[in-house]
């Protein structure tokens, strides 16, 4: 075991895994990660926790790990370098595996241009592969980037993200290729709705052979109105929500029911995807739908490992 | 290049209401080519502050002139009896510029009339775009001669991150993915193995990160 995580020993026992999101608060209350701890911490094997996601400032993604784990629940770090150099990262990696934090999942960061502080200064001093190789150095070797020595063990599962759906698309993989070398246990993709592009991705990871040295956990994003399918489709980029998805959102008339079934029906074909190690849903300002998501996938009850 | 931006006029304006006598200073090589500082923008710039000035019923002197190069000890000691008989000089360089004749005229104010805005190239008339960081290790020949310091919105040394879409960049669609253009260029050159291996972390410290920076040929030293 590198890490120890429950998240680890599910993958590694081959089961097929389960984590969703729970975005921190634009505030200082312990409350709103802690509801979501508590609705989701019986369908899923671990919480991811966003790290100033689409760069708007939220409470800490570390202290919503803390906060998660007094639940007993498991979480995964999200960390991005757009706001944190080289110093502070391996600092807050220190932090995460003294308080007993043993997921980590290493990012780029949404561009500062996006958030509610367009003019900060971004960092990105690393990037998100060398961020990855760096902490597996960590965990492997002992070693900070400088080649000191680091007293003390630091397990942590270390993910990275890929999206199938960016360009220049032949690219993707061999990206992805860099991510496994640099040293991703795990990978958690971005939301699905284009399957046939989906899997062509996954049949180059499986030709690379990606598949046997990283677990692969296909992204599924809720959909809630037919707005947020358009909006998606035309405004988020990196994203392939095809015109199908949005007309049968547009068509529905329960509208939130069609959400259900379309992730539904999404679970259902990535569970024959050779090569998907499990989901990890991002139902953003909808965690409500998520157990709902998962009993009705026939994905309970989560592994006790 | 240097490229350079004249400031807003209102900006200009408000920055030389305080002094009477003002020498409008061009500089002929990098904001001449900018079409921010040259002979012809001091010329321009300085009848809209006397314009302004008589219109608005101020006192004072409007002098003009363009040396060489501002960022030349010898070029802007030149001007030195022109700089003194000033109250303030409105210098239309880049911040060297400035710098340097702050440095030669201790007793003078010296006012920015330009925005320095980058390295960059011409693309067309009227057109340019940033091209160099000036980040002090190059790294050109590893990513097929386009930089992602310079041109990555998110400087990234193993691009392209998973906002790059038909080409453009996730922060606007008039900004190119570079690391598009580094895959295809590769690609084209057919050594789109090179961006196999990971591109390790890079020493920023020659990028100014580590202190102000300076660079000596000691056989030029007098």
């Known amino acids: ?305 | 290049m240097i490229t350079l931006e004249q400031k807003q006029f209102a900006q200009i304006k408000e920055m030389a209401s305080h002094y009477d006598r003002l020498l409008v200073l061009g500089c002929q090589t990098c904001s001449a080519m900018s079409f921010a500082g040259g002979e012809r923008e001091v010329k321009e710039l300085a009848s809209m502050i006397r314009m302004e000035r008589k219109i608005s019923g101020k006192p004072g002197d409007i002098l003009e002139d363009a040396i060489a190069r501002q960022c030349d000890p010898e070029l802007v000691d030149l001007i030195g009896d022109k700089v003194r008989g000033c109250d303030a000089v409105l210098s239309l360089a880049c911040g060297a510029g400035v710098q340097m004749l702050a440095e030669r005229f201790p007793d003078k104010m010296i006012l920015p009339g330009c925005n320095t805005t980058f390295l960059g190239v011409t693309e067309e008339l009227g057109v340019w775009s940033e091209r160099c960081a000036g980040c002090g290790d190059c790294i050109l020949d590893k990513t097929a001669g386009l930089c992602p310091i310079a041109r990555c919105s998110k400087q990234l040394l193993n691009g392209p991150c998973g906002g790059s879409v038909n080409g453009k960049c996730e922060i606007s669609k008039d900004v190119d993915c570079v690391w598009q253009l580094i895959i295809d260029r590769l690609a084209r050159l057919n050594r789109l193995e090179m961006l196999e291996e990971i591109f390790p972390v890079k020493d920023w410290s020659p990028a100014g990160h580590g202190g102000p920076r300076k660079m000596i040929i000691e056989d030029l030293k007098s």
């Not at chain 1, 802690?34 to 919480?47: H, I, M, N, T």
Request: a neutral charge.
């Open chain 1, 1 to 305: 075991m590198k890490s120890g995580s429950s998240l680890e020993r599910i993958l590694e026992s081959g089961q097929f895994a389960v984590t969703a999101e729970a975005g921190p608060p634009k505030g200082s209350s312990s409350k709103v990660i802690q509801r979501k701890g508590d609705l989701l911490k019986f369908c899923c094997d671990a919480l991811n926790v966003t790290d100033n996601q689409t760069a708007i400032v939220r409470m800490s993604s570390l202290s919503g790990c803390v906060l998660l784990k007094r639940l007993g629940v498991e979480p995964v770090l999200q960390m991005v370098v757009r706001d944190r150099n080289r110093l502070a990262l391996q600092s807050d990696i220190l932090g995460a595996a003294a308080l007993g934090i043993h997921n980590v999942l290493c990012l780029s960061g949404d561009h500062q241009k996006f958030g509610n502080h367009p003019t900060a200064k971004g960092v990105y001093d690393i990037d998100s592969i060398q961020f990855i190789q760096m902490v597996k150095t960590m965990r492997d070797e002992h070693e900070f980037l400088n080649g000191e020595e680091i007293s003390g063990d630091v397990p942590l599962f270390i993910g990275a993200a890929a999206n199938p759906f960016a360009d220049p698309f032949e690219f993707r993989v061999i990206r992805l290729a860099k991510k496994v070398k640099a040293g991703a246990d795990f990978i958690q993709t971005q939301g699905i709705f284009d399957m046939p592009k989906f899997t062509e991705w996954m049949k180059m990871v499986r030709d690379r052979g990606l598949d046997e040295k990283t677990h692969i956990l296909a992204g599924i994003i809720p959909v809630k109105s037919v707005g947020m399918a358009r909006y998606m489709r035309n405004n988020v980029s990196g994203l392939s929500v095809p015109l199908e998805i949005v007309d049968r959102m547009a068509d529905a008339k329960d509208p939130k029911e069609e959400g259900v079934k379309i992730c539904l029906e999404t679970i259902e074909q990535l569970k024959e995807v050779e090569g998907v190690h499990g989901i990890h849903i991002m139902a953003v300002a909808w965690e409500d739908i998520v157990p709902r998501i998962v009993e009705e996938a026939g994905l309970m009850p989560r592994p006790v490992v």
